[in-house]
């Protein structure tokens, strides 16, 4: 039976790039993040969100809609989604059709998130588009009527397009019954206005902005525009986080994915995570620049570390902070050598740690 998980009235949620570590190939990240899925199941988190980047080797996250089918089912109870769907890569019909489909097979359990951003480099950005434009200004400035498509796309009445004088009815699937809840998200203010003047549910990219978030959270409360679907603003917070029974310890677990942030941020070479005791001997070698650590420095400010207790009141301040009732964290504690390469049983402590001091 599901653990009820309450910190004090702060729901918890978990976002997964299914990471790649140096002891790993795509199956056995896929393999440990349905592990981890299963664990947040069973603790009671509320809901799993998958993102989708492209061509980076510390990442399998690439195709949302595969991954929360497989996810969908080997979990019972827990909603699972997209962190999420970067809609100019992707036909409005197509993204309507899966997640219509996922509803249909899940319903009630799917959340279709929707972000603007590639995901990628403008080479894959161009290749996911066969060649046919990639994400180019036009593809982001028609983001809104996309939105718009995909909406009407999944209501059971579908939509009407026009073609050589006749109105053809396209629909999301010939039955549908249900929508999945359908989330804006963002790291700018873009998103946050839109998602108020649609009145959409909307979430901030904390995790990977870390700067803004106040400021677009009050943009989209300030500027919400009550909708059938929703009559006021919900949102919630995204944040990094290792939990470990030692503080020092998670200190230790946090350095492979700050070192891989690093090199994204600064144009170094990305591959798969490193292992604690390779990042540990990657900073002893000198391999990170000394101009580099207070941008290392500033990227660890901003996640939650720690030991389960002080993990507990950075994710209450956090959410006092910011004014929500749900979290999302994102576990990037990495593995030790020896790991079996199928689990991330340090990602799962994380979950499981912050579900001890929730009870």
């Known amino acids: 039976m599901a653990l009820r998980l309450a910190m004090s ?3 918890l949620s978990v976002l997964d790039l ?5 002891d790993q190939v795509t199956a056995d990240a896929v393999a440990a993040s349905l592990a981890l899925a299963r664990t947040a199941d069973d603790l009671g988190y509320t ?20 991954l929360i089918g497989l996810v969908a089912s080997a979990t019972s109870r827990i909603r699972v989604g997209s962190g999420g769907v970067m809609l100019p ?11 219509g489909l996922l509803e249909a097979a899940f319903p009630g359990r799917i959340d279709l998130g929707i972000g603007r951003a590639p995901g990628t480099d403008p080479v894959t950005s161009y290749a996911l588009r066969h060649g046919a434009g990639g ?9 809104p009527e996309y939105v718009d498509n995909v909406l009407a796309m999944m209501e059971p009445e579908g939509v009407g397009l026009s073609v050589a004088g006749r109105t053809h009815v396209l629909r999301a699937t010939p039955q549908a019954r249900s929508v999945p809840t359908i989330w804006l998200l963002g790291s700018s203010d873009y998103s946050a206005q839109l998602a108020a003047e649609k009145g959409m549910p909307y979430v901030f990219a904390h995790h990977f902005s870390g700067s803004g978030t106040a400021e677009a959270l009050q943009l989209y409360r300030r500027g919400f525009k009550p909708s059938p679907e ?5 949102t919630f917070l995204t944040v990094n986080a290792v939990v470990a029974e030692d503080a020092d310890e998670a200190e230790r677990r946090a350095l492979p994915n700050l070192l891989m942030m690093v090199a994204l941020r600064t144009g170094g070479t990305l591959g798969p995570q490193l292992l604690v005791e390779e990042a540990e001997k990657a900073i002893a070698d000198g391999t990170v620049p000394d ?11 901003r996640w939650v570390i720690g030991d389960p207790a002080s993990a507990r009141a950075q994710l209450e301040q956090l959410a006092a902070t910011y004014g929500v009732d749900e979290v999302m964290v994102h576990p990037v504690a990495a593995a030790h050598v020896g790991t079996d390469p199928d689990r991330s049983p340090t990602r799962e402590e994380t979950l499981r740690l912050l579900a001890d001091v929730a009870g």
């Not at 994400?135 to 983001?143: I, L, P, S």
């Not at 101009?291 to 400010?301: I, N």
């Open 18 to 22: 299914v990471p790649v570590r140096a």
């Open 135 to 143: 994400v180019t200004d036009e593809a982001v400035q028609r983001f």
């Open 9 to 11: 009235d702060l729901n």
């Open 230 to 234: 929703l009559a006021s603003p919900l």
């Open 47 to 66: 809901r799993y969100w998958l993102a989708e980047h492209h061509n980076m080797p510390a990442v399998a996250a690439t195709n949302p809609p595969v």
């Open 89 to 99: 890569n992707h036909a409005p019909l197509v993204v309507a059709e899966q997640f």
């Open 291 to 301: 101009a580099h650590r207070p941008l290392m420095d500033a990227m660890r400010s």
